[in-house]
């Protein structure tokens, strides 16, 4: 928790403010039991009415005053708590959008909201508490014993033998469910996850009727969460039936001697009430207390968890790039013998591949499922750095790029569609927010969307669902190419993009991007052969490697993998040169 108090920087004053007022409401609260002895030992001890009701409205303007600045403190730590969440979630969330695919793959998407979320919002409730129970609950009992040693120092004895019991039993439960609430958090992540492979394959368990098995999966992770949650919940239970043992356990001896001392008048009535009332007060100060250390338990559990994200460095940053814009006249993409492997593999997925594009060229990449043809082109916007050789974009080596300029070169179209909710203009204004309508509908008409967008009731206006549900998969693949060309890219990825696409609109498709407006080079990913036949180079990866890099004709006859697939999916008409 204390990596994460600077997020409080910004509520110094209310986290000031918040205890202040509730160390004035403990003071009022500390006189009230003297107050109380003098209404028994004078007033009702000498049948004084006048004095008992002097006394009364006393006892009712500090109810009052206390009463005021327990809300004002409930405020305040109410505004330094909420100021530290959104301070702390901002943050977080900022830090997120600065990680690689890397550290997302590691981490996963279900941790990235618990922790996001549930994790903060346990953290804020501990900052809530804290500032409203940490200087009262201590102040309370050191008060009380204060104030008991005033009024009889013989039975304050009591007390100080009662107080360091019920603190050693209040250390020893946190002790013991501090790593338990982790364990809490964890089994949080999983369940997420279960529910959010449920909901988004939700299709796809129904098609295979694995409804049964899903439901079983998520139960088995809601009972390791229950289990959890019952061993902490055992452990913490103790904690009241504890304390209250030792606390009424001490009010009877009090009452015991306190009685036999106002026997022999060495106290009065009135002490010994107040004795007991202090004696209270150190009750419900250290169950209140116990109470702030089950939270700030939780708080501290989550608090770590959010902390060491923060402390997640990024693989691939910017920070010691320059503001190049590349150099004229150089290939637009050129990769020099690289190779990659992923942090939990120790093979490389990709191995010593070379190959350049000059501008308004096109470079076709084939192979089969898992070759690493989208792990390639991930490399040159900086999804992920080559962990051998260059990346160079327009002549210099993407390292050299900032993000911005680099990714504004390019224009990604991802292997998995994937839409905002928003209408299609907000969609397609994601690849160049000051395009004007104009040019979104040149974009959409190169992208081959133009017509079934013009058959919508809203046009550009037309409403899309969360991850584009009320569109089919063509038409969620059209819009993001459309996303793409908006921005007029001097490089355009195409990650097996058209895969849902009909062969013909596939063909209008390619026949529109080679002949695109502005120069740009294109790289287009596919294992459709038809769609990369005509490239001006084709390059053929097989397990991660580079086994042939040519045009269709010359890879025909040097590259019997390529050959092999063309023959597979081509009529000898149409493979050419096919054998």
Excluded at 60 to 66: E, H, S, T
Excluded at 220 to 233: C, P
Excluded at 284 to 289: G, N, Q, T
Aim: aromatic share 8%; glycine share 6%; with cysteine.
């Amino acid at each position: 928790m204390l990596r994460l108090l600077k997020y409080l920087r910004n509520n110094k004053a209310q986290s000031v403010i918040a205890p202040l007022f509730k160390f004035i409401e403990a003071v009022f609260e500390l006189l009230v039991p003297v107050i109380m002895a003098q209404i028994i030992d004078v007033g009702v001890a000498n049948g004084d009415k006048e004095y008992i009701l002097k006394r009364g409205a006393v006892l009712v303007l500090f109810g009052v005053l206390g009463l005021a600045c327990a809300l004002t403190a409930q405020y305040f730590a109410a505004k330094a708590s909420f100021g530290f969440g959104t301070a702390l979630r901002s943050d977080l969330y900022r830090h997120f959008t600065k990680l690689s695919y890397a550290e997302i793959d590691k981490t996963g998407a279900s941790t990235l909201i618990n922790r996001l979320t549930s994790d903060i919002n346990l953290a804020q409730s501990a900052v809530n508490m804290f500032l409203r129970l940490f200087m009262r609950a201590p102040f309370i009992v050191v008060g009380s014993i204060i104030m008991s040693l005033t009024i009889n120092v013989k039975l304050t004895l009591i007390f100080l033998v009662a107080t360091p019991l019920l603190s050693a039993a209040i250390y020893f439960i946190m002790h013991a469910s501090l790593p338990k609430y982790k364990q809490i958090q964890k089994n949080l992540d999983s369940v997420t996850l279960s529910v959010r492979e449920n909901l988004s394959g939700a299709r796809v368990i129904r098609a295979f009727s694995a409804q049964d098995r899903e439901e079983k999966r998520f139960f088995d992770e809601t009972e390791k969460l229950e289990r959890s949650q019952l061993a902490v919940g055992k452990i913490s239970a103790l904690l009241n039936p504890i304390t209250y043992v030792i606390v009424y356990a001490a009010i009877i001896v009090i009452i015991w001697c306190g009685g036999l001392s106002v026997n022999v008048g060495d106290l009065t009535q009135g002490n010994l009430i107040a004795l007991v009332s202090y004696m209270t007060q150190i009750l419900l100060a250290l169950v209140a207390f116990a109470n702030l250390i089950v939270i700030v338990t939780k708080g501290t559990a989550s608090a770590a968890r959010v902390a060491d994200m923060l402390e997640v460095k990024a693989s691939v940053t910017d920070d010691n790039a320059s503001d190049t814009q590349g150099v004229k006249d150089a290939c637009a993409v050129e990769l020099k013998n690289v190779s990659f492997a992923y942090e939990s593999s120790d093979e490389n997925a990709v191995s010593d591949i070379s190959f350049k594009l000059e501008a308004g060229q096109t470079l076709g990449i084939i192979g089969g499922t898992g070759s690493g043809k989208s792990t390639l082109v991930n490399l040159i916007p900086r999804f992920y750095d080559a962990t051998k050789g260059e990346v160079l974009i327009d002549g210099v080596n993407v390292k050299e790029y900032k993000f911005d300029t680099l990714r504004d070169k390019i224009g990604v179209v991802p292997q998995k569609a994937q839409l905002f909710s928003g209408t299609i203009r907000d969609n397609i204004k994601w690849g160049n927010e000051n395009a004007t309508d104009e040019q979104v509908w040149e974009a959409l008409t190169l992208a081959q969307a133009e017509e079934f967008v013009r058959a919508k009731q809203g046009g550009l206006d037309e409403m899309i669902a969360q991850g584009g549900k009320n569109l089919s998969g063509g038409q969620r693949q059209r819009l993001t190419i459309a996303r793409a060309l908006v921005k007029k890219p001097h490089i355009l990825i195409l990650d097996d993009s058209a895969s849902a696409l009909d062969m013909a609109t596939d063909a209008k498709l390619r026949k529109a991007v080679s002949q695109l407006p502005y120069e740009c080079a294109v790289i287009i990913v596919s294992q459709r052969a038809a769609t990369i036949k005509n490239a001006d180079k084709i390059l053929v990866i097989d397990d991660g490697e580079c086994v042939g890099l040519g045009s269709h004709s010359e890879l025909m006859q040097s590259c019997e993998i390529y050959r092999e697939i063309c023959q597979s999916q081509l009529s000898e008409k149409e493979g050419g040169d096919a054998v």
